[in-house]
T-cell receptor, first 110, second 120 residues
Framework: QSVLTQPPSVSAAPGQKVTISCSGS????????VSWYQHLPGAAPKLLIY???KRPSGIPDRFSASKSGTSATLDITGLQTGDEADYYC???????????FGTGTKVTVL | QVQLVHSGADMKKPGASVKVSCKAS????????INWVRQATGQGLEWMGW????????GYAQKFQGRVTMTADISIKTAYMELSSLTSEDTAVYYC?????????????WSQGTLVTVSS
């Protein structure tokens, strides 16, 4: 069902950086803002980024994101063990007239 | 603070319907959309649709059209999602989540989720 493609997993040592990509098309990412979500096991998903690169109050600046054309990227710097979670991109698809999420990326801290 | 709280977990038999509630607090319920998102075990997030409490307007993912109904009762700040003709593939954690009406700013508050199990 997902129309946004993410790598299944990424990993890095504590303190290092990971980058998660999100690939879409002209009907979704190419035509709307991208959001990013962190989903810890057993918890409610949390909004990390909205409008491509803005952080809600309380989200540390270790989380940053960008968008270019039909792709988006989430960077996590200064990786911490507490960052181990699944991460999803999301946007609105004007063709489907639906909200769409990415396939999800599991971040592992080595 | 913003909170979205479900009724308890539910178990249904195949072919039955389930109605999940989502009670909101801490914000003006009528001013935001409520989205419904589900996650089956080992799977990703799957958007099901939205309801605008103020107008009752809805939008459903194509996959669920004809099988899902989303409503909201402003007087008790509660949104509902009813899914019919259940199969085992509907076994999932169901979330309700808030988003801005008419503006794409993501989904900013989510419930803890409620488990719906479909089993004979």
């Amino acid at each position: 069902q997902s129309v946004l493609t993410q790598p299944p997993s990424v990993s890095a040592a504590p303190g290092q950086k990971v980058t998660i990509s999100c690939s879409g098309s002209s009907s979704d990412i190419g035509n709307n803002y991208v959001s990013w979500y962190q989903h810890l096991p057993g918890a409610a998903p949390k909004l990390l980024i909205y409008e491509n690169n803005k952080r809600p109050s309380g989200i540390p600046d270790r989380f940053s994101a960008s968008k270019s054309g039909t792709s988006a990227t989430l960077d996590i710097t200064g990786l911490q063990t507490g960052d181990e979670a699944d991460y999803y991109c999301g946007t609105w698809d004007i063709g489907l007239v639906a909200r769409v999420f990415g396939t999800g990326t599991k971040v592992t801290v080595l | 603070q913003v909170q979205l709280v479900h009724s308890g977990a539910d178990m249904k038999k195949p072919g039955a319907s389930v109605k999940v509630s989502c009670k909101a607090s801490g914000y003006m319920f009528s001013s935001f959309d409520i989205n419904w998102v589900r996650q089956a075990t080992g799977q990703g997030l799957e958007w099901m649709g939205w309801v605008t409490p103020n107008s009752g307007n809805t939008g459903y993912a194509q996959k669920f059209q004809g099988r899902v109904t989303m409503t909201a009762d402003i007087s008790i700040k509660t949104a509902y999602m009813e899914l019919s003709s259940l199969t085992s593939e509907d076994t999932a954690v169901y979330y309700c989540a808030r988003s801005f009406t008419g503006v794409e700013k993501g989904v900013d508050y989510w419930s803890q989720g409620t488990l719906v199990t479909v089993s004979s």
